[in-house]
């Protein structure tokens, strides 16, 4: 559970539940240009820097940009290996801190109409990475768009980025209403980017926190804030992460503070047993998470996929007894062609093609 306590009860209710897999991480933001990306990245260095093995998908298909703040040029992308001309190990690129990264590709249009064959091959490759990964983390889209929502569907652990200005604010409050809709057990974690000081953080974040908590019944958790650093832009400029660049900047340490709260524990060990966590974030965020290991008991039922309409390869009630990223997978599966359903019916019918649907966002390469 992010930044929280774990959770008692059937691990089919949890959305998450698996046979033992890495924890698995959505960032996502309600507009574009907040500084997802660059958070997602350099909180993963920050881990895999403190000896945690972190993976990140860049799932913003078509329009990824990670491998671009890494100043990374990839050879590969998906498309190759959903093509069959690679393997997942000539896709994957590694960066500071032993992280991995599978580049989403950008400028590519397929990789945002992916059909359920060419999720199925993804689905096959990314299990490699179960035995070597402590957290996967997902870098997806911004916005409300099918793709994105059939993420954030899949997932229990979810980190929303907003900024202090007003349209960020409520296209954060769009989607953190659409998560809570769309799937109920979902732990939401605010982080607050390019604030002026500490207090401008906890503004913006009890500001939506309370107008979450009147009108849906139920608020995130503040997981911390990032200052608006000029190093941050400079690093960006030089496609260097940040927290390698300059380590000793203001917004570095509010990164790391917040990875430590996402840092897997022993089984039965808290936060609160070992001390106070980052000084900025909330206690409630500081409490325990259920470490990769806690959950190797849970033994999720097998994901039932039925997808209709054309060029839905999946039988009804076909029966897919995956756990860990191959179940993340085949949930966001599902989830897809559940929206994209919801959509032909708020339009008036036509087909249920996911090809026929495809998202835009602009270019994340503002700060942190």
Not at 159 to 182: F, L, R
Not at 231 to 239: E, K
Request: with cysteine.
């Amino acid at each position: 559970m992010l930044m929280g306590d774990s959770r008692d009860g059937d691990p089919r209710d949890d959305p998450q539940a698996g046979a033992g897999g890495p924890r698995i991480v959505a960032v996502t933001s309600g507009k574009g240009g907040v500084g997802k990306s660059n958070f997602t990245l350099n909180a993963a260095i920050s881990l895999g820097l403190s000896g945690v093995r972190v993976a990140i998908l860049d799932a913003d298909l078509g329009l990824g940009n990670i491998d671009t703040l890494l100043g990374a040029t990839p050879r590969y992308n998906l498309l190759d290996l959903i093509r069959g001309d690679v393997g997942l190990d000539e896709v994957v690129i590694t960066g500071p801190g032993g992280i991995r990264v599978i580049p989403g590709g950008s400028g590519i249009p397929e990789l945002a109409r992916l059909s359920e064959d060419e999720l199925t091959k993804i689905m096959a490759s990314l299990t490699q990475l179960e035995s070597q990964t402590d957290i996967f983390m997902l870098d997806t889209g911004a916005g409300l768009g099918p793709g994105v929502m059939g993420f954030l569907k899949a997932v229990r652990d979810i980190i929303v980025i907003v900024t202090p200005e007003p349209t960020s604010i409520t296209d954060a409050y769009a989607m953190i209403k659409a998560i809570y809709s769309e799937n109920p057990g979902a732990e939401i974690g605010l982080v607050v980017n390019m604030v002026r000081d500490a207090g401008e953080g906890r503004h913006v974040a009890e500001k939506l926190g309370l107008v979450t908590q009147r009108f849906i019944g139920r608020r995130p958790t503040f997981a911390g804030y990032v200052p608006n650093d000029i190093l941050v832009r400079r690093a960006v400029m030089r496609q260097e992460p940040f927290i390698t660049a300059y380590p000793q900047s203001a917004a570095a340490r509010c990164i790391r503070a917040i990875a430590r709260s996402l840092e897997p524990l022993p089984r039965g060990v808290t936060r609160a047993a070992i001390g106070p966590g980052a000084a900025q974030v909330a206690p409630a965020a500081a409490a325990a998470m259920a470490s990769p290991a806690a959950r190797a008991g849970n033994t999720a039922g097998a994901t039932r996929v039925t997808a209709t309409g054309t060029g839905a390869a999946t039988r009804a009630g076909a029966a897919r007894p995956y756990s860990g990223l191959a179940g993340l997978l085949w949930r966001m599966l599902e989830a897809r062609f559940q929206v994209f359903q919801a959509f032909q019916v708020s339009q008036g019918g036509g087909g249920s093609d996911p090809r026929a649907f495809s998202e835009d966002k602009p270019a994340d390469t503002d700060q942190s």
